[in-house]
Nanobody
């Protein structure tokens, strides 16, 4: 059974950098078939893909967030991490980590973590 669990702060201040970690069990993040992804959902809006990291450590980001986003990994802990800088209240959302297939389908999701950007 594959499980993903997000962890990180629930409240951050504007202009700060958000750091969220996803811990994976039941699979390894070096698995060749999958893309380890971050997705968010602002209040009242749809899902927004943020980016992913591959088994080799290559990263791909949404063009709209690319300048503020970094995804890294710790293979010894089977974790991958999202950093999103220069936060504004518009970054308030529920943030999810997920395992995506080569066809773009996310077959396993974390439960999500609410992040609020407010002073």
């Amino acid at each position: 059974q594959v499980q993903l669990q997000e962890s990180g702060p629930g409240l951050v201040k504007p202009s700060q950098t958000l750091s969220l970690t996803c811990t994976v069990s039941g699979d390894t993040i070096t698995d060749i078939y999958y893309y380890w992804s971050w997705i968010r959902q602002p209040p009242g809006k749809g899902l927004e893909w943020i980016g992913y990291i591959t088994r080799s450590g290559s990263t791909y980001y949404s063009p709209s967030l690319k300048s503020r986003t970094s995804i890294s990994r710790d293979t010894s802990k089977n974790q991958f991490t999202l950093q999103l800088s220069s936060l504004t209240p518009e970054d308030t959302a529920k943030y999810y980590c997920a395992r995506a297939t080569a066809w773009g389908e996310c077959d396993y999701w974390g439960q999500g973590t609410q992040v609020t950007v407010s002073s």
